[in-house]
Structures are given as structure tokens and as C-alpha cells.
């Protein structure tokens, strides 16, 4: 059978095969304009505001994507032939299959085809949501010090040319002062992201930039414009040309870019909107005052529990996070991180069955249908770990507790970048923006450690530079992370 290739006209053929959407998609209006769609924006946000669309007779939330990079150009191209139209496949850990065809996505915008385009959107009237998966970097922020890094010629150069935006904040500072011009209402900026505080992050970020580049504009940003903390939750591996494949011949649907994920779906946001918001307690988004303990388990359990498997699984050479989960000692050990040291320095989580979560990520991570490559969970570990598994380290060192699995993951973290290889000699697949000054630093794994930007000041603490460099020199002596993992759970 000829697969059906994926567009709007085939829609009711399709429909036969998979779930499609109900709604008119013609009358949908832009109401969110979102930055960075990569498969986490089309598994998550997108489903969720697809299914309020499918559920609800509401036409006001569409949403426009926007690529602010050439490497955009990718997705850009294949939505636009599909009509903006893509499958999402969750894969059960019992073997079913859930297809469905996504319609929230009614265009997008690249900035290389035209930066005015973008802004000018952001401006309109309909325009009530920026919201924004541009990763833990995309925040331009010292990871240590947390400061707006002033020093990127991209925002150098759109700080003397406000009419030539580059990076998100020259576009949100060009499009809100149009809102301001016009006596618009200004969008808030909801930043999906896996930051603690990501909203409080955004807006900070958000201000300093505005603060020089136009003070007035800055009081306004601060007067008026909401940015909600949120926490995101949704495992999305990345798209292979296998997976394409295997979904075109199970659905009989030729879709260039379909997402798969995991069936466990959380979203939780603080109900802090400056110009309306949609309806989504309606499909089961959360709406809290303070996102703070959702985002702290979260960022500390599963993304920390990712990492601490994902980095000694590349240099063991596990190929994924399930994988990683059916070695009884990686589970172990990932189990032990979370207990012995995750878990005492969360602090407070009234109302949460803490041991039931980590259970349940327990069961997500081993989801034998979901193939979460190692290489996605290391990629950019070095804007990932200050924010996932160091906090748990320093407050740890401060308390006197348990920090041998974190430096483990460390030690791991410099033979990584230091060899480029696992211990079996095979290259990795390492995509890290700053893997050039780690591979240098990690020759000497004292140097290593002593990258403030990274690390902050774990190298000033004897005791655990002790730990560190012993667990090192094993990870070097014995080439055998997981007889270290073994050893010590
Ligand atoms: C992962 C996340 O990137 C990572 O390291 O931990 O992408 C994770 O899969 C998502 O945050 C799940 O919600």
C-alpha cells in the first residue's frame, strides 16, 4: 500500500488510520506564537492546546512557530509542505502504538526568510502568548552566576540595532515596544524550559537586555508583561529515519517529521497571564501559585536522573536510557543517586508522595518502546548540569551529606570529554556547544573541574576534589564505569 503523504486535503483518507483533528483549522487565529519547535514543543504544548481545540469550540489559540536559527530551515520546510500538520506516536511500555494527526500548528516563521516578519507577528493584535522552548543556553545567562552574558556579539549588535534582531531577546524587546507604540496589551512570555524559576529566569534576562537597550522600554516590560514559571514534563526522543519509517509502514501515512513520546504528559504553570490565556484546565494542565516544588522535583529527580545515567551510559556504551534501566546495576545506581542524595536536599514537598514519583520514573525511564538515546540526554550537558545535578552536589558538600554518585557522574563527565570515546574505543556522538574548551580542559581533571562557568566553586572544596580526583583516576585505571557503579551501591 502507497503511504498517504500527510496534508490537509488528505486528512479525511488519513483519518481512517489515525486520529485527526475535528476543528477548522482555516478559522483558527494566532493567539501563541512559540520559539523552538523541536519535538518536545510538538509532544507537549501543542498536543495539549490540539486537544483543547478538538475538545472545546474555541478559535482563538493557534499557534505560529518561529525558528530563530538557519538550522530551522529543516522543520520549516517539512511543516509547510504538510500543512503544518504532523503525527504524534506515543509508544506504550506494553507495545501499543497511539497514533494521532496534530493541527495546532497553523505556520511558521524563520528568521532568516525575514526578522521583521517575526516581530511584526509578535506585534499583532491576536498575538497573547510568546511562549519558548530555546533550551537551558537560549537564556544567554552565566550558568554560575546567573548573569545576562552582555559579551554575545549577537546581542551586542542588537543592542546598537534595535531594527535588526538576532537572538530572542532583540525580537521579544522589538515586538513588545510595538505593542507599547500601539497601545497593545503586551503578550506574556512563557518560557517552557527545564530551568527552576524558568519564568523568573526569562524575565530576568528579558530586563537586563531591555534595561540597556532601552530603559523606558524596560519599565513598561517590568510594569506590565507576565512571565509565568512552568514546569514541563514529556520524554521526547529524538525522530530517527528509522522511526519515520516504522510509522509510515504501521500508519500507511508519509509523514517526514512525525514525534514520538512517552504516554505520561505534565504540565504545571502559574496562573499569572498578562493578556488572557486558554482554557487548558480543561485538558489537564495544572494552574498553581507557585510552580517552585514542581520544578525542583522534577529538575533534581528526573532530569538529574537522566543525566546520571545518560553521561555513564555514553562511556559505557549503553546506546539508551532504557537500555541503561535494564542493566540492573545503572538502575540500582540511579535509584541510589536519587535516594541518598537527590532526595534529602529537596527540601519540603507538601502533598507528594516523593518514593511513588521516582517510582513512576522508575517505569518511564525503562519504557522498553521508547528508544531515548543517550546522546540526546548528554547533549549540552555543560548548560544541563549546573542546573540538574550540581545544586544537588553543593547543598549535599554544605549539609554533610552523600555526594559520590554526583562526582561519579563528574568523573565520568571528564574521561567523556577527555577520551571523545566510550571505554570500548567507539567515538561518541557529542554535541555540546562548548565541547571545544571541554575536551581541552578535560587533558588535566583538576582543570576540569576548576571551569567555574560549569561548576562553580566545587573545586575550592578539598574534600570533594579528593572524592573527585580518586573517582577519576578509577574511571581511567579500571576503563570500567560500571564495576564503579557496582562497587558502590
Ligand atoms: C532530558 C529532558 O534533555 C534532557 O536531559 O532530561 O529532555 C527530559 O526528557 C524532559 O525534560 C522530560 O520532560
Not at 519599565?219 to 529524538?238: C, G
Not at 587533558?443 to 578539598?462: M, Q, R, S, V
Amino acid at each position: 500500500m502507497t503511504p498517504t503523504p500527510l496534508n490537509q486535503e488528505n486528512l479525511p483518507e488519513i483519518s481512517q488510520r489515525l486520529t485527526i483533528p475535528t476543528y477548522d483549522r482555516q478559522a483558527l487565529k494566532t493567539g501563541i506564537l512559540h520559539v523552538g519547535v523541536g519535538g518536545f514543543h510538538r509532544s507537549h504544548q501543542a498536543k495539549y492546546v490540539h486537544q483543547l481545540l478538538q475538545e472545546h469550540n474555541i478559535n482563538d489559540w493557534g499557534i505560529c512557530g518561529v525558528g530563530l536559527r538557519e538550522a530551522d530551515r529543516k522543520i520549516k520546510d517539512v511543516l509547510e509542505k504538510q500543512d503544518f500538520l504532523y503525527t504524534l506516536a506515543v509508544q506504550h511500555p506494553d507495545g501499543k502504538l497511539e497514533g494521532e494527526v496534530i493541527g495546532s500548528l497553523t505556520g511558521y516563521l524563520l528568521a532568516a526568510d525575514g526578522p521583521m516578519k517575526i516581530v511584526d507577528k509578535m506585534a499583532a493584535a491576536d498575538t497573547r502568548i510568546v511562549s519558548l522552548t530555546i533550551t537551558e543556553g537560549g537564556y544567554n545567562f552565566n550558568p554560575q552566576t546567573e548573569a545576562f552574558n552582555f559579551d554575545n556579539p549577537d546581542v551586542q549588535h542588537e543592542l546598537s540595532h534595535p531594527d535588526q534582531p538576532r537572538t530572542i531577546f532583540g525580537y521579544l524587546a522589538a515586538a513588545l515596544k510595538k505593542r507599547k507604540a500601539a497601545n497593545l496589551p503586551p503578550f506574556s512570555i512563557l518560557s517552557c524550559d527545564n530551568i527552576q524559576h524558568n519564568g523568573n529566569m526569562a524575565r530576568a534576562m528579558v530586563l537586563a537586555f531591555t534595561r540597556r537597550q532601552d530603559p523606558e522600554l524596560a519599565q513598561w516590560i517590568e510594569e506590565n508583561v507576565s512571565f509565568p514559571n512552568t514546569m514541563v514534563d514529556r520524554i521526547t526522543p529524538s525522530t530517527t529515519p528509522a522511526d519515520i519509517a516504522a510509522l509510515e509502514a504501521a500508519f500507511g501515512v508519509a509523514d517526514k517529521w512525525p514525534v514520538i513520546c512517552e504516554p505520561f504528559i505534565q504540565w504545571v504553570i502559574e496562573d499569572d497571564f498578562s493578556n488572557g490565556r486558554p482554557p487548558l484546565e480543561s485538558v489537564g494542565v495544572q494552574f498553581v501559585e507557585d510552580v517552585s516544588p514542581y520544578e525542583k522535583m522534577k529538575i533534581r529527580l528526573l532530569n538529574a536522573g537522566h543525566s546520571v545515567l545518560g553521561i555513564p551510559g555514553a562511556v559505557h556504551g549503553h546506546p539508551t536510557i532504557d537500555a541503561c534501566m535494564d542493566d540492573d546495576v545503572f538502575a540500582r545506581f540511579m535509584r541510589s543517586f536519587m535516594d541518598e542524595e537527590a532526595t534529602p536536599v529537596l527540601g519540603e514537598m507538601p502533598g507528594t508522595d516523593l518514593e511513588a514519583y521516582k517510582d513512576t520514573l522508575e517505569e518511564r525511564f525503562a519504557n522498553p518502546n521508547l528508544k531515548d538515546s543517550v546522546a540526546r540526554i548528554c547533549l549540552e550537558s555543560s548548560s544541563k548540569l549546573p542546573k540538574f545535578l550540581i545544586p544537588t552536589i553543593r547543598e549535599n558538600l554544605a549539609a554533610g551529606g552523600s555526594t559520590k554518585f554526583g562526582c561519579l557522574v563528574l568523573a565520568a563527565w571528564c574521561y567523556y570529554h577527555d577520551k571523545e570515546t566510550n571505554e570500548k574505543g567507539k567515538p561518541l556522538d557529542i554535541i555540546d556547544t562548548n565541547s571545544k574548551e571541554l575536551h581541552l580542559a578535560a587533558a588535566d581533571p583538576l582543570t576540569f573541574l576548576k571551569l567555574e562557568d560549569i561548576f562553580g566553586d566545587l573545586a575550592n572544596n578539598p574534600d570533594f576534589v579528593k572524592q573527585y580526583l580518586e573517582l577519576v583516576r578509577k574511571v581511567y585505571a579500571t576503563e570500567d564505569i560500571r564495576k564503579l557503579m557496582e562497587e558502590m551501591i
